[in-house]
T-cell receptor, first 114, second 117 residues
Framework: NAGVTQTPKFQVLKTGQSMTLQCAQD?????MSWYRQDPGMGLRLIHY???????DQGEVPNGYNVSRSTTEDFPLRLLSAAPSQTSVYFC?????????????FGSGTRLTVV | AQKITQTQPGMFVQEKEAVTLDCTYD???????LFWYKQPSSGEMIFLIY??????QNATEGRYSLNFQKARKSANLVISASQLGDSAMYFC??????????????FGAGTRLAVHP
């Protein structure tokens, strides 16, 4: 199984550019999330989805957009990149809403905005 | 208020020794899960161990064990017989059972562990 696949692994953007970070999972997981990781701050939730067609905001949603048209895919869109969005982005998925269900993470996308 | 606190930004341990990484949490939800993840220098997040709030025994997974003290709201990770490959960042995380808390994992800031030969 591929698990959670993120592309690209690295990206450099200019301020104001837009782009989409791709995330796909092949485990038929209901829940999918996007996190960003900044030094000294752990991982913070950007957006999440509890099923196809259902998305909601997390802790730090500003500047990002998501959609979930299929169970497998959960892309993250940066609308107008800013240097403050320089970070490592992780996509994660979980089978459902039980507290014992952990999240499986993708390998991350390292984004630099110049 | 922080829900997951990891007070040790960095720790070091001698190879083959045991080490404890601290994690305290804050929740009013009686149902919750606690997770530890390892992040090596390559960057991926690797699940290590899970403890449920209703579990009677401390979780163990190979060299990893979780010292769960519910009344103190602590969930410390114990790594026995440290190996050089254990050098990494370690994150404690919590998933709550109510109020939408099940929608996400809440992470601590992490502890960087260095294992010395």
């Amino acid at each position: 199984n591929a698990g959670v696949t993120q592309t690209p692994k690295f990206q450099v953007l200019k301020t104001g550019q837009s782009m989409t970070l791709q995330c796909a999972q092949d485990m038929n997981h209901e829940y999918m999330s996007w996190y960003r990781q900044d030094p000294g701050m752990g991982l913070r939730l950007i957006h999440y989805s509890v099923g196809a067609g259902i998305t909601d905001q997390g802790e730090v949603p500003n500047g990002y957009n998501v959609s979930r048209s299929t169970t497998e895919d959960f892309p993250l869109r940066l609308l107008s990149a800013a240097p403050s969005q320089t970070s490592v982005y992780f996509c994660a998925s979980s089978p459902g809403d039980r507290v014992g269900y952990g999240y499986t993470f993708g390998s991350g996308t390292r984004l630099t905005v110049v | 208020a922080q829900k997951i606190t990891q007070t040790q930004p960095g720790m070091f341990v001698q190879e083959k020794e045991a080490v404890t990484l601290d994690c305290t949490y804050d929740t009013s939800d009686p149902s919750y899960g606690l997770f530890w993840y390892k992040q090596p220098s390559s960057g991926e997040m690797i699940f290590l161990i899970y403890q449920g709030s209703y579990d009677q025994q401390n979780a163990t997974e190979g060299r990893y064990s979780l010292n769960f003290q519910k009344a103190r709201k602590s969930a410390n990770l114990v790594i026995s017989a440290s190996q050089l490959g254990d050098s990494a960042m370690y994150f404690c995380a919590m998933r709550e059972g109510r109020g939408g808390g099940y929608n996400k994992l809440i992470f601590g800031a992490g502890t960087r562990l260095a294992v010395h030969p």
